[in-house]
């Protein structure tokens, strides 16, 4: 497993952009496919976006499409987060997480998932 450090949350107007860094231990992260995850207060934790191993393919849940890119540098053990038109409802503790694995598929479930960061709060004000 990997160790995993998330960075970069804050507090935002409505429309504005944060981006969201998690930083990885190890020399295995290039064989890692990642993710992002979300939980509000009093919801259960989301999915947001994945990313496989190499970068080249990548999934979003449906309310963050167009507004967040994730993005992952193999070279740098970092994966990131850039949201966009940032909205209330985006509110929410992020998470990061790790699985190792070398195929295309980027998991939308938790559980696939074996490594997770402590979390990053973001608040964003109407």
């Known amino acids: 497993q990997v160790q995993l450090v998330e960075s970069g949350g804050g507090l935002v107007q409505a429309g504005g952009s944060l981006r969201l860094s998690c930083a990885a231990s190890g020399r295995t992260f290039s064989s890692y496919a990642m993710g992002w995850f979300r939980q509000a207060p009093g919801k259960e934790r989301e999915f947001v976006a994945a990313?496989?191993?190499?970068?080249?393919?990548?999934y979003y849940t449906d309310s963050v499409k167009g507004r967040f890119t994730i993005s992952k540098d193999n070279a740098k053990n970092t994966v990131y987060l850039q949201m966009n038109s940032l909205k209330p409802e985006d509110t929410a503790v992020y998470y990061c997480a790790g699985r190792r694995s070398y195929s295309d598929y980027t998991s939308p479930y938790a559980n696939n998932y074996d490594s997770w960061g402590q979390g990053t709060q973001v608040t964003v004000s109407s």
């Open positions: 990313i496989n191993w190499s970068g080249g393919r990548t």
